[in-house]
T-cell receptor
């Protein structure tokens, strides 16, 4: 089955800095890659997603890049703010379809004022 | 607020017992997904229902079962509980059968003592 590795497990940055979280996946048939943000006491919330036919996608301060050849994708957050502090999860679909999303173990992002 | 409602928020029970977790999806969403979140395993997909029918199965134990009712709410039944079943259980919903753009509830924290 699909395996998703996520790094780093924790990331501390100063407000205004950029943050990058990286994920690799194992199944070359995976074709959908979402990113979720989980705040304390809440469920994961979709923040951005990308399909395998697109190399990059941006939404204001966040962007995701995908390298299908290397089977890795990354989340970029620019001009970080304290409210960006949360756990971020990457995920990838399995070859059996979108339904069975496989998640990475998560990255705890801490943004200090 | 994601629009997905999970009850109860917290559940404390003893080994060997049986519990039922309940989920009401967002209005208009036909798919319901159950995930288990623990510190060591991360977010693990358990099972998906679409419009009352089971669509995909993940790492769900035989002691666990789920169903989706005609009003589209879903229940996850956990029986013969073990200490290792202690985890945060999330329900998510989406419009279609493909597991894209999932909306997660706030979860049920299960503690098995």
């Amino acid at each position: 089955g699909e395996n998703v590795e996520q790094h780093p497990s924790t990331l501390s940055v100063q407000e205004g800095d950029s943050a990058v979280i990286k994920c690799t996946y194992s199944d070359s048939a995976s074709n959908y890659f979402p990113w979720y943000k989980q705040e304390l006491g809440k469920g994961p919330q979709l923040i951005i997603d990308i399909r395998s036919n697109v190399g990059e996608k941006k939404d204001q301060r966040i962007a995701v890049t995908l390298n299908k050849t290397a089977k890795h994708f990354s989340l970029h957050i620019t001009e970080t703010q304290p409210e960006d502090s949360a756990v971020y999860f990457c995920a990838a679909s399995t070859s059996s379809g979108y339904s069975t999303l496989t998640f990475g173990k998560g990255t705890m992002l801490l943004v200090s004022p | 607020d994601s629009g997905v409602t999970q009850t109860p928020k917290h559940l404390i029970t003893a080994t060997g017992q049986r519990v039922t977790l309940r989920c009401s999806p967002r209005s208009g969403d036909l798919s319901v997904y159950w995930y288990q979140q623990s510190l060591d395993q991360g977010l693990q997909f358990l099972i998906q229902y679409y419009n009352g029918e089971e669509r995909a199965k993940g790492n769900i134990l035989e002691r666990f079962s789920a169903q989706q009712f005609p009003d589209l709410h879903s229940e996850l039944n956990l029986s013969s509980l073990e200490l290792g079943d202690s985890a945060l259980y999330f329900c998510a919903s989406s419009v279609g059968v493909q597991g894209e753009k999932l909306f997660f509830g706030s979860g049920t924290q299960l503690s098995v003592l």
